[in-house]
């Protein structure tokens, strides 16, 4: 027998009054230019987590490590069970700059949706899990449940630091079941329970050719770097768009029949997302249900930056002696950082390419939990009287985010409960959040609470 | 029977007074920044220009067009005969700054070399030139022929304007010779006659897949402006790094038995080329013979730049909407700018890449003149003395000079007298001049216009 249900109207009344200024909340959070790496913006940032804590009435954590932002850890509520929030501070770096309708970080509401970098992603889905959080409490007097919010600072380039704050505190990782960063709805406004987190090998590419950039008069002899890379890169990945890198796919755990048969359940608004994305073709120009199994269990050998050479305005003629290439791998079962890199460099050698150097960045391992776990049934009840539809799960999401480190220790379940669109933007210039989804999926936070402190 | 030569003594004891005030005039020129494409630095170098020539008894014509960098024309001497000598006052971009040792623009003279951008190119040579000029006549009461001197503003964004100048004032490429910017020694110090040019077909590839950057997590079915790049650019190269552009290699004239035995006479100082720029092997694995035909007579293909996505510091997730290369083919007879483009996207559209853009920059023909023409024996005379070995005659120099512009109208055979060594690192940082070298190219300068006077 499921536990009786306490009457949400109380709850959704604070929602409601509150909201509006929830919206100035996220606005002000937002103003602080928080882009990974940029150690000065994210102390603020972190300092300004904790204060929001402590105005909650949460037990607040800020634990620091050198050369590292903080972790701020919120603690809040009581009672058996203890729900994981994995939340960030840190937003994607906010360039190019001259790409977005309003400066990323002065936020301007416009038609509904808030802009701003960080709006949706990280800070957005964190603020109004807090804020319902605080709500619920006020409207029942307390809390059903424990809920711990792991607040990271460096989420955005690769939770370097993460293994060590958690190795100094192994207790942040002890419950009941987590939630994943973001979540949210589809293209065409379903709730989505994500069930998985993509792992993340990041890489950069280095060849030198030369002691220093030449005339390119000297061409016919002096060996370029920038088509050095190019023939490396060329090499991972077929005319057809097909991942290359030897082995690699080797490692890939092939779906089931019944994930596949799931899989077919799920909509894939393919013409929708091409519209957003401004892209008439997919990669590979896979479509249909050959571009769905792609999308959730194949992982990626992305090209995330290039450079080498002159690249201002104008005219230069030299043979660079120098090509970076900043590439991401994001990662499915059972495929993880080590294997990754391992795979690239055996390729490279293989081919001739002793010269190109492979430069390790951040790594995360890729972690899913089963869409029938208990904690997702949990979350997608939490929708009924908020969504018309049924929450449809999905097996994993696209992006990364370090569930491995938190939950593989204790093999805890996750899913997600979100407030982004299709339109968010997340990483890209104009990056947004609807306002009115963060109010309802406040509302479905504040329920999926009392649900989960009802399982066994 | 030759003209009875003058004495060169007080014309070499007036260059040995003059030589220390000429190094401290050339720092002076090349405190201006006058990086190719900066108006403002452009016009005060070409206001210098024209002052310099003032003080040197020369006629001026200051030649303005809209949006582009003024022509300054210097006349001096008289007589039948008329040299011309090209040059330009505007430098290549001094970028990578870090990479000076002193900065670009703030000249440092270390163990008798001035460091600066455009220390050699081609102020310096440019400015010994006048320097002989004034000296000889100095010397000799007159000057036994006259000398035009082009300096244009913008040879190195590929002389945009230039056809427009000698289209408003086509007496300017009436004369008898000329010489091209540049010249001097090669790796081992032997004087080197440069006989031709090469052309120039400046290119930007540009393509576009995606409305605006992306979330890489999308990187499964979004494609990416960086690998679409680099598939496009690695079909432009064989393995062994030949050039596979379809039909380009087609235009290039064959060397004939006669040149290639020249060839064989020539040094080719494979072991000196490799240490001073720093690598191993040339390009293609070429060596000995088959690497001195391929840097006299092949034409090149070039990255000179390459850019997509987040290039900065630390790691950014995207998948990049936009990729771009600036590529510069190095043209010899009988490719010229309109063939090489055309190539370049028939081979393209050929391997269905109609979606990489070609934005064509600036282009020049090759220009070359015979070895054994009399303006190449009356340089080579002008060396004696001076240098204890007889001048080794080139075809042509790897750089482009518009010297097709100035020259094909009426024939002229064209050669060079410079004071560039192997070590002057031109477009790269560190750019130098050796002082003693410059003064040397000044004393051959003068005998040269005398000889030069006597031709026929």
């Keep these: 027998m499921p536990a009786p249900q306490p009457d949400f109207d109380a709850f959704d009344r604070l929602v409601a009054e509150r909201s509006e200024r929830w919206a100035q909340e996220l606005a002000d959070f937002c103003r602080i230019p928080s882009e990974t790496d940029q150690a000065a913006p994210l102390r603020l940032a972190a300092e300004w987590t904790a204060e929001r804590f402590r105005r909650a009435g949460a037990e607040v954590r800020f634990l620091e490590r050198p050369d590292a932002p903080p972790l701020v850890v919120g603690e809040i509520g009581g009672g058996p069970r203890t729900l994981l929030s994995q939340d960030h501070y840190d937003v994607q770096p906010a360039t190019p700059l001259e790409l977005w309708t309003s400066p ?54 690769g939770s370097k630091h993460l293994a060590g704050y958690l190795a100094d505190a192994p207790d942040l990782v002890e419950g009941h079941g987590a939630l994943i960063e973001g979540g949210g709805v589809d293209e065409v406004g379903r709730p989505v329970l994500v069930c998985g987190v993509s792992g993340l090998c990041y890489v950069q590419l280095h060849v030198r050719t030369l002691a220093y950039d030449a005339h390119s008069g000297g061409a016919r002899l002096l060996p370029n770097a920038a088509w050095r890379l190019v023939q490396a890169l060329a090499t991972l990945r077929g005319p057809d768009d097909a991942l290359t890198i030897d082995g690699y796919l080797d490692h890939v755990r092939q779906p089931t029949e019944a994930q596949l048969a799931h899989l077919r359940t799920l909509p894939f608004e393919e013409a929708e997302i091409k519209r957003i994305h401004g892209c008439p073709v997919f990669v590979g120009g896979r479509t249909g249900f050959a571009a769905q199994v792609a999308e959730t269990f194949q992982p990626t050998s992305n090209i995330a930056g290039l450079v080498s050479g002159f690249t201002g305005e104008g005219e230069k003629t030299i043979v660079p002696a120098e090509a970076w290439a900043k590439m991401d791998l994001r990662l499915v079962p059972d495929l993880d950082p080590e294997i990754a890199v391992r795979c690239l460099r055996e390729h490279l050698d293989r081919r001739g390419f002793t010269d190109v150097e492979i430069e390790p960045g951040s790594g995360e391992s890729p972690y899913w939990t089963p869409i029938d776990d208990p904690l997702v049934d949990a979350a997608a009840a939490a929708h009924a009287g908020i969504f018309a539809d049924e929450p449809l799960r999905f097996f994993s999401m696209p992006g990364t985010a370090p569930l491995h480190q938190l939950c593989a220790p204790h093999g805890l379940p996750i899913t997600s409960i979100g407030g982004s669109d299709a339109e968010v933007r997340a990483h890209a210039p104009d990056e947004s959040c609807d306002l009115d989804l963060m109010v309802k999926g406040a509302r479905v936070m504040g329920r999926f609470l009392v649900g989960f402190a009802a399982l066994e």
């Design 104 to 157: 990323p970080f002065e936020p301007q509401i416009r038609k509904g949706r808030l802009y701003a970098r960080g709006a949706a992603d990280d800070k957005g889905d964190f603020l109004f899990r807090l804020q319902a959080v605080e709500a619920l409490r006020d409207a029942l007097g307390e809390l059903p449940c424990r809920v711990r919010f792991i607040v990271e600072g460096e989420e955005e380039s």
